[in-house]
């Protein structure tokens, strides 16, 4: 082959390559919601830096992530006259970002193409997601399922949920199955929470509500991702969906384009990709919280706004939890509180690592310095918990206590039988 050949050849094969991937990144027949959207959905306080951190998305009306050189953000007390300081307020891109914890509720009634729904999934979305990213997966036709467990290995979800779906003739439920993802998700939950629907269905009997769906998606923060499949046997309201993405701070994709199978799975598959995109385009807004005091609710409520360079203004509402407590080593005014863990723990203790007169009495998992871990940060919950301030306690004290706390734990390991009653725990010891 000639140079000469070999260069037209080249330019050939690269112009092919090109119109493939202009193609595959327009995909006739992709509508959006088209509004622009700024969600604030968590609030941590980071104890390396002592400030609250606040995640947040902002993206244009395109669906494309704003990166936050190109806005300008400020954060506000709720009530306050004026926003904090900029030095108070410090916005960066997140890297990486937050896990994700997304429900899945999916459509599968006979009209829904379930092969290229599952293939694009897989490849435009789950395959690349983040291991720490969680998934679970509700499917709905006449009525929801139960949902499943969260996944970390999509691989898994793939083969144990999607690779044996199946359809069913029937009516759907599509709202009655948004609302059993949203029942799902907690308000002021640390993890960003998004329910992400697939579907080709307009709403059928009696059901759940818009207004439903709504209230209770802005009541846990979460964002609804909704996107609507037009084949040639069904056709989803757009309007409907495209509404609920708007009110809760998500975005809302539709397909109605070519009808062949590989069409449809192509454009799915770029949907889910920029599904993803949006996911990863975070920012962490780091805020200092001296001087600021908790409400009622024991959080501390701010405004957050975004001003696009592009024009407009965007504004939500997170709460942040308090900074903890700070342990005074000069002053034993108060005992640590009682608590409760939540449901009975098992724990098991390596019985070289703790005294000779518990050996008999312990089987071999978790070390004893583990074991001290996990009651001292119980403790500190408590604190961070309290609707009020306690008086400082001694370090002497509290060392003590967890001290106390960790070796009841290990005679819990007796005979090899687990505790049959939550554990409650006060500075002195934990007890059945």
Partial sequence: MTKKLLLVTTCLIFSLLTGVLALYAQQPGITTSAEPQFS???????????????????????????????ATFSVSRVGASA????????????????????IIVMDVTSTMPLEQVRNALLNGLLAPMPFEDSVALITFAETPSAISQFYNDKNALYNDLLFTLSFQDS???????????????????????????????????????????????????????PIALHNLSDTPDDEALFALANATRGYGYAYDGDKRSEAI????????????????????????????????????????????????????????????????????????????????????????TIPARWKSRCSHSISFRQMLNLCSGWMMKSLQKARKPFSPLTRRHLIRGVTRCALNFATAAVNGSPPRQPLTCSLGACST
């Fill in 40 to 70: 604030a959905y968590t609030c941590t306080f980071n104890t390396a830096t002592s400030r609250a951190e606040i995640r947040a998305t902002l993206i244009d009306g395109t669906g494309s992530a704003i990166p936050p050189e190109s």
């Fill in 171 to 225: 009516p759907n439920h599509l709202n009655d199955a948004i609302l059993a993802g949203l029942e799902a998700t907690q308000p002021n939950s640390p993890t960003r929470q998004v329910v992400l629907v697939i579907t080709d269905s307009t709403p059928q009997a009696e059901q759940a509500t818009q207004e439903e769906l709504i209230t209770r998606a802005q009541a846990s923060h979460t964002q609804i991702i």
């Fill in 265 to 352: 799975e192509a454009g799915l598959t770029n949907i889910f990709g920029r599904v993803l995109n949006t996911l990863n385009s975070e920012v962490v807004i780091s805020v200092d919280l001296t001087g600021q005091t908790p409400d009622e609710t024991g959080f501390i409520p701010f405004d957050v706004t975004a001003e696009p360079n592009s024009g407009g203004t965007l504004t939500d509402r997170v709460s942040c939890p308090q900074p903890p407590a700070v342990v005074d080593p000069n002053s034993s005014e108060n005992p640590l509180p009682q608590f409760a863990v939540a449901s009975p723990m098992w724990l098991k203790v390596r019985a070289s």
């Fill in 83 to 102: 926003p904090l300081p900029p030095d108070a307020a410090v916005v960066t891109a997140a890297n990486p970002r937050a896990p994700v914890q997304m």
